[in-house]
């Protein structure tokens, strides 16, 4: 997908913003996008908006101008905004638009998100015994992987504290405040062996990217980031999953792994030519997990990789240099694009205090979202 480029990238603040809309915040984040660009909204050919709370992110257009486009709306859990950019650079792709936004907004309230089992296509017995929580999912996800590999829970805790620190830096994080990994383990357990501050919290805010074809990007801007590719698959029979009541054995790789091999193949290029790296850091759990599916390293690896600080923003592999998931929070529509943000504001060199050194020039983002399904995104200069 070498014939895309991103052009321009706007992010709203993640936190709490009281007496302010999503859509008001969308609204922000194209805006600052199109800046970034060079273009106005009228030069849009075609849009996509991701959101949970809000039905109509095409309604945003109300403070941006109707033009007419086709802008359609997209949810697809926390992968929302990893399939909004991947159907707009499918258009971009498939010659049928030049320009194209892909935005995500959310505003969600305080506390964990809830749903009802029945209404995802699961008995009503699986969410009246407590099954159908994620945050018990992923506890459950994480102590058999400790188990399997070896890994100490010491290692969540570093990987909590160094994106809780990585956002310090962050002005546009949620939680700015550093914490010890002393802090970190000293916090009440939630779901074992996961503690209150080895979890994201769902917060509010929105991000957007333009995107156009690669052969025109110079015309808008000096530094376009180009999609190399971008992939988004589900799980697979017998595939662990939160939305699953039962799983075939031997388990099977899940989504992330099959999204991520497909997105390296498309790109034409392996794990070890990647400079910085986004994932999915619901809970620490996730991200030490995700590191081995995603192809960054084997299995088990990742108590020496953490300990020996491959990962932080100075290291050989450093993941999460916004701070993630845990330090941002998860606004669903938002999270994904917020990722590209950051991979676009690294790769041009922009990223202020948490930028990666040496010049990097590949970046790698991944989200995983509930029931079941990956999105990867690769993109370079």
């Known amino acids: 997908m070498d014939d895309v480029a991103i052009i321009g990238v706007g992010l709203h603040p993640f ?3 009281p007496g302010k809309s999503a859509v008001e915040m969308g609204a922000d984040a194209i805006r600052l996008a199109l800046a970034d660009a060079g273009v106005e909204w009228r030069d849009i050919q075609v849009a996509f908006g991701g ?7 095409d309604s945003v257009v ?16 926390c992968a929302t905004g990893a399939s909004s950019l991947d159907m707009a650079a499918k258009m971009v792709s498939f010659g049928a638009y030049d320009l194209a936004l892909a935005v995500g907004m959310d505003k969600h309230p305080a506390r964990a998100f809830s749903a009802d089992s029945v209404e995802y296509a699961l008995p009503a017995w699986y969410g009246e015994t407590g099954h159908f929580l ?38 546009n994080a949620f939680r700015r405040q550093p914490l010890t990994e002393e802090q970190i383990l000293e916090s009440r357990v939630l779901n074992y062996p996961l503690r209150q501050f080895m979890f994201c919290a769902p917060d509010e805010g929105a991000a957007a990217v333009v995107l156009c074809r690669a052969d025109q990007a110079h015309r808008y801007t000096s530094t376009p980031v180009h999609l190399r590719s ?5 799980r697979q029979l017998g595939a662990f999953e939160v939305h699953g009541t039962w799983a075939t054995l031997p388990v099977v790789d899940g989504p992330t ?6 997105a390296f193949e498309l790109a034409g290029i392996g794990p070890d030519e990647v400079d910085v790296i986004q994932l999915q850091d619901t809970e620490a759990g996730a991200e030490v997990i ?6 960054f390293c084997a299995h088990g690896e990742q108590e020496q990789l953490v300990a020996e600080g491959a990962t932080e923003i100075g290291g050989r592999l450093p993941v999460n240099t916004d701070g993630g998931l845990m330090a941002n929070g998860e606004p669903v529509g938002a999270s994904g694009l917020r990722q590209i943000h950051e991979l676009t504001q690294q790769l041009r060199g922009r990223a202020g205090e948490r930028q990666v050194p040496g010049g990097p020039k590949v970046g790698f983002a991944q989200l995983y979202g509930a029931p079941g399904t990956s999105g990867v995104t690769i993109v370079s200069l």
């Open 134 to 171: 994620t945050t018990k999912y992923f506890g459950m996800k994480i102590n058999r992987y400790l188990h399997d590999h070896d890994i100490s829970q010491e290692t969540l805790a570093r990987v909590g504290a160094k994106n809780f620190r990585n956002g310090s830096l962050n002005p």
């Open 257 to 262: 792994v099959q999204a991520s091999r497909a």
């Open 15 to 17: 936190g709490r913003f």
């Open 62 to 77: 109300t403070y941006l101008g109707p033009t007419g486009i086709p802008f359609t709306n997209v949810y697809n859990g």
């Open 230 to 234: 971008t992939v988004v698959r589900t």
């Open 51 to 57: 959101s949970y709370e809000v039905d109509n992110p």
């Open 290 to 295: 995700h590191m081995a599916e995603t192809g």
